[in-house]
């Protein structure tokens, strides 16, 4: 099936990380490598002046241990990856540069927002060079 999947995870929507990883389990082939990775937004220049450092630095330390954490439950022996820009853009340009064939991505219940503005696995799904498949 798919040697190299990249998984991106919202830690907000952490839920259904289980159905996630047995797909990519389940899509796998030896050997092969299962990337976790979530995108931290990039503050605007004009926030970032008012955010201290240390606050920034924190977030993403955080960030780091919740991945690894949610990987050693569901997925052990995966990468994880901390990425950073607009998410959609993030994980549509890391699996052009990373070889990707697979992206496995978790889309949650669409509110009014998403009709208008499309979610992010709605948009990753319309731009993805490779397969995509998404659970709910």
Sequence with gaps: MYKNILVPIDLAHGAGLEQTAAVAKAL??????????????????????DIPTEII?????????????????????ANTLILHGKAHTTIL?????????CIIISSHKPGLQ?????????????HAQ???HVTR
């Design 114 to 126: 998403d009709y208008f503005l499309g979610s992010t696995a709605a948009r990753v799904v319309r």
């Design 93 to 101: 340009d890391h699996s052009a540069a990373n070889d990707v064939d």
């Design 57 to 77: 630095l924190q977030n993403e330390e955080r960030a780091k241990k919740d991945l690894n954490t949610l990987r050693d439950e569901a997925l052990p022996g």
């Design 130 to 132: 490779c397969a995509v």
């Design 28 to 49: 796998t082939t030896e050997p092969s490598k299962i990337t976790l990775a979530y995108v931290i937004e990039i503050v605007p220049a004009y926030m970032a002046a």
